[in-house]
């Protein structure tokens, strides 16, 4: 329920966002009498696909934070936690990088991720199931390799090429639909319900083949 509401608010913040940019750009609709305007929906799909990308990198820490139910260290409660947090500040030391902040949350399997929109403020959190099956070596071997994402910039890098996909896959997606409503469905003034439907079809399919752009870019 609490992803889903995380859900519903990045993305009226995305659209609010992005329909005042609109208004100061002066793109109106994107579809009018004369048909379809390459031009401003181009600037349409530019504008909503990198806002959504930099929209969610902004809340990325909030998010995780959230969703995950990440408990940061504020001060250690273990020694665990006190050798976690000094690993995670020497490595970051060495990385020319701000110290992040430092998390454990419940899952059962290990797993870890590093987020946030500055190199300087962000967010390395590990499960509770790393900690118990993991010995230090071994997480301090994953911690490094988040670090590592931080330091490189990681973050913003895939925020930029999942926005340019972003606004490719609105663009395409339309552009097919826009077609096929005209061609198939023969709409003659505006569109038609089958643009919509059409769009819908077409954003998630390109929407999957753009995801596997991503995780080649994800891969270490």
């Excluded at 379809?36 to 930099?54: H, N």
């Excluded at 909030?62 to 976690?84: F, Y």
Aim: charged share 15%; proline share 2%.
């Amino acid at each position: 329920m609490l992803r889903i509401a995380l859900f519903l608010l990045t993305n009226i913040a995305i659209i609010l966002v992005a329909s005042i940019v609109m208004s100061l750009l002066g793109v109106g609709s994107y579809i009018n009498e004369s048909g379809l305007s390459i031009f401003s929906l181009m600037i349409f799909c530019l504008v909503y696909g990198m806002l959504a990308s930099f929209i969610s990198l902004l809340l990325s820490k909030t998010i995780a934070k959230w969703s995950t139910r990440t408990r940061i260290i504020r001060t250690p409660e273990n020694e665990e936690e006190a050798w976690l947090v000094q690993v995670v500040g020497e490595m970051a030391s060495k990385a020319g990088i701000g110290m992040p902040e430092v998390g454990i949350f419940p899952m059962e399997q290990a797993n870890a991720f590093a987020t946030g929109w500055n190199k300087d403020k962000a967010l390395v959190a590990v499960s509770t199931g790393m900690l118990d099956r993991f010995d230090r070596e071994e997480i301090k071997a994953v911690m490094g390799h988040e670090i590592g994402h931080v330091a490189n910039g990681d973050m913003v890098t895939l925020t930029l090429t999942q926005g340019v996909l972003n606004a490719f896959v609105m663009f395409f997606a339309r552009i097919i639909a826009y077609a096929v409503d005209k061609i198939v469905f023969r709409t003659e003034r505006g569109v038609g319900i089958g643009y919509y439907i059409v769009t819908f079809v077409a954003q998630l399919v390109l929407g999957i083949l753009a995801s596997m752009i991503v995780m080649v870019f994800q891969t270490p």
